[in-house]
């Protein structure tokens, strides 16, 4: 059963009040007067909860006093325990209370209780005896408004572990990207400069933003999408708020920027005239950013050979990084992942899926295996009569083989082998690692 995340809603009082009761006799739970937590989640205490099944089964929250933060109360069900509740939980909270400008964290537990482990996962720092947990959260107040005002995110560093295969791909942006920019003081005594511009290039949907956003996941930094379609772009504005955007972002210590369909915005002059304005404020915005350390400028293009010579040269992007189709393992490993969550019927092989499926993209393959689940759900509830007991539904209330090999046939692939072929072109002129 799934588990969702979620600020307290006053619809979730009953529900949290249950959990806090049942929890009064275990030993590994401290006690809450739950008259005080009432009284605290109408007075403004951050809350956050975990919901499953239609009620609470877990909650977290803190009281804020100046740019300090003391939880207050942390609780789990106990047979929610042990599946990452309570981390998700405090990483919630966490993202709640930067945004109300605090800078440390507190939370008081006696050892073995629930959330001693969900806080050593986050980074707590035990110190006392009773004992005293602390986190400095790294961003400043000033950080959270500048990162808000461009519709930035700090996010999971789970994301890199749902990238499903692509072990070339992966292995060369965790060895020229997140290892240097995680030990600067190594890579600086070797004399590696760690990279500060990168261009991503490949096919639609092969997972270039999702491996941007995995990059600032693994690192820890905030990750700011630019979408130039969001700015203006009337007389000049776009290259006006382009500059703003890198020099406003420029000024964190740390900062993942992301700016996708790149082509639009830096075409060739010669054959854009009217983009000048913008490649010109690139040309001068992008070597600034370089100077300055902690900062990761993250490109991505369909078409890379479309993008202005000056600004794809050395000195302005350090890698030019190839994301092409999954192959065989990533389409293993994709399919795996589809279908871990279905009632399967005998004989079903991702490998065997894999190899039907050449020029597949992530998303084709979740199309094909909702597809394939939808036929299944439809003929178990033929098979029951369209009640929806339980759906237990018997022996046809299983995803088939067939059913997941018609709806691979059915769905077409977004690669086609000559669009494989131009990339394969693409890496070999325009690689460079």
Same mark, same amino acid.
């Given at each position: ?29 401290? &006690? ?10 109408? $007075? ?16 977290? *929250? ?12 942390f609780a789990i069900a106990p047979q929610w325990r ?9 990483? #919630?909270? +966490? ?31 035990a110190n006392g005896d009773m004992v005293l947990y ?10 959270? #408004? ?5 519709? %930035?995110?700090?996010? $999971? %560093? ?10 070339? +791909? ?11 920019? *995680? ?12 990279? !500060? ?6 096919? &639609? ?22 979408? &130039?379609? @969001? ?29 996708? +369909? ?5 075409? !060739? ?14 040309? @001068? ?10 900062k990761l400028l993250v490109c991505a293009t369909n ?10 040269? &050395? ?31 005998? %004989? ?22 909702? #597809? ?7 003929? !178990? ?19 088939? #083989?067939?059913?997941?090999?018609? !709806? ?26």
């Open positions: 059963m799934d588990v969702k995340i979620c600020d307290f809603a006053p619809t979730d009082l009953g529900s949290t009040v249950q959990l806090l009761e049942s929890l009064r006799s275990q030993p590994d739970s401290v &006690p809450v007067d739950i008259a005080d937590f009432i009284a605290n989640a109408n $007075d403004g205490a951050t809350v956050v909860v975990a919901l499953a099944g239609g009620g609470v089964v877990g909650v977290a *929250s803190a009281r804020v006093a100046g740019d300090r933060a003391w939880t207050q109360v042990r599946r990452g509740i309570g981390s998700a939980l405090a990483r #919630r909270l +966490e993202e709640r209370l930067l945004h109300q400008g605090v800078r440390k964290i507190c939370a008081l537990l006696g050892p073995g209780q629930v959330g001693e482990q969900a806080l050593l996962n986050r980074g707590f720092v602390e986190k400095f959260l790294s961003l400043e107040p000033s950080d959270i #408004r500048t990162i808000d005002k461009w519709g %930035g995110q700090i996010l $999971d %560093g789970d994301l890199w572990n749902k990238a499903a295969g692509m072990e070339r +791909e992966k292995a060369l942006i965790d060895g020229r990207i997140v290892a240097p920019l *995680s030990d600067p003081a190594l890579a600086e005594r070797i004399g590696l400069r760690p990279p !500060a511009t990168v261009m991503m290039f490949g096919p &639609p949907g092969t997972g270039k933003t999702t491996f941007a956003r995995a990059v600032a996941g693994r690192l820890g930094w905030p990750f700011v999408e630019l979408l &130039p379609s @969001k700015m203006s772009s009337a007389d000049g504005t776009l290259a006006n708020e382009l500059r703003e955007a890198l020099a406003e972002l420029g000024q964190l210590d740390h900062v993942v920027i992301f700016i996708d +369909e790149f082509d639009e915005i830096a075409p !060739a002059r010669e054959s854009r005239p009217a983009a000048a304005g913008v490649v010109n404020q690139l040309l @001068k915005s992008i070597p600034d950013l370089r100077q300055r350390p902690g078409f890379v050979g479309a993008i202005d010579p000056a600004v794809m040269r &050395p000195g302005r992007f350090d890698l030019l990084i190839g994301i092409g189709p999954p192959d065989a393992a990533a389409l293993t490993a994709l399919w795996e992942r589809a279908i871990a969550s279905m009632q399967l019927g005998p %004989g079903v092989s991702a490998t065997e899926l894999a190899g039907q499926c050449r020029g597949f993209t992530p998303g084709d393959i979740d199309l094909a295996a909702q #597809r394939a689940a939808a036929d299944a759900f439809a003929r !178990a509830r033929g098979d029951s009569g369209g009640k929806r007991a339980g759906s237990k539904g018997g022996s046809s209330a299983v995803v088939t #083989r067939e059913d997941l090999a018609a !709806a691979v046939q059915r769905t077409r692939a977004s690669i086609t082998p000559t669009m494989q072929e131009a990339f394969q072109a693409e890496v070999a002129n325009f690689e460079r690692v």
